[in-house]
Antibody
Framework: EVQLLESGGGLEQPGGSLRLSCAAS????????MTWVRQAPGKGPEWVSS????????YHADSVKGRFTISRDNSKNTLYLQMNSLRVEDTAVYYC?????????WGQGTLVTVSS | EIVMTQSPGTLSVSPGERATLSCRAS??????LAWYQQKPGQAPRLLIY???TRATGFPARFSGSGSGTEFTLTIDSLQSEDFAVYYC?????????FGGGTKVEIK
């Protein structure tokens, strides 16, 4: 059974940093691209970043490019999202998801709140 | 960026009736179109991929069709567990983009 467990969310001030982690199990992690998707309260999902199975290819939305970095450690079956220079508009539930094209399984999400 | 437009925003349907949801892309996405179902307090769940392939765990009353820029999700004989928000998403081009969603509610 696929399991994706996100952690690292919380309350942070504008300009601050957070690092999200996603522990994966139930599938061969290194064989799959992975994705972060966020969803602001009451809004639809927004794709944030994707990474290939090897980690050699990464993609970021323009809204986070230069501030967020997706990475993975295949030896630990873990996906990361380093978020710097946080803005109020980054407030959302952040979902770790298996797959890139398409996304075929979503974790339960971790809430990131950016507020002073 | 490809803009995905879903209609209607809200669809009121009686149990047992058919629901037809539309999704339009601002440019061709071939068949690289997915549909997701989201219930309150839950993560989205993949329903349809490749425009018409049903994901594991969903019954045959769910069907997807279309290619290029026009797509349709049809739910035959709506059951109580089908009332939810449905999102389309294109994964043909980066950035991947989602539609604004259609809420299917009980009439």
């Amino acid at each position: 059974e696929v399991q994706l467990l996100e952690s690292g969310g919380g309350l942070e001030q504008p300009g601050g940093s957070l690092r999200l982690s996603c522990a994966a199990s139930g599938f061969t992690f290194s064989s799959y691209g992975m994705t972060w998707v966020r969803q602001a309260p009451g809004k639809g999902p927004e794709w944030v970043s994707s990474i290939s199975g090897s980690g050699g290819a990464t993609y970021h939305a323009d809204s986070v490019k230069g501030r967020f970095t997706i990475s993975r450690d295949n030896s630990k079956n873990t996906l990361y999202l380093q978020m710097n220079s946080l803005r109020v508009e980054d407030t959302a539930v952040y979902y770790c998801a298996k797959g890139r094209q398409p996304i075929d399984y979503w974790g339960q999400g971790t809430l990131v709140t950016v507020s002073s | 960026e490809i803009v995905m437009t879903q209609s209607p925003g809200t669809l009121s349907v009686s149990p047992g009736e058919r629901a037809t949801l539309s999704c339009r892309a601002s440019q061709s996405v071939s068949s690289n179109l997915a549909w997701y179902q989201q219930k309150p307090g839950q993560a989205p769940r993949l329903l349809i991929y490749g425009a018409s392939t049903r994901a594991t765990g969903f019954p045959a009353r769910f069907s997807g069709s279309g290619s290029g820029t026009e797509f349709t999700l049809t739910i035959d004989s709506l059951q109580s567990e089908d009332f939810a928000v449905y999102y389309c998403q294109q994964y043909n081009n980066w950035p991947q983009t989602f539609g604004g969603g259609t809420k299917v509610e009980i009439k």
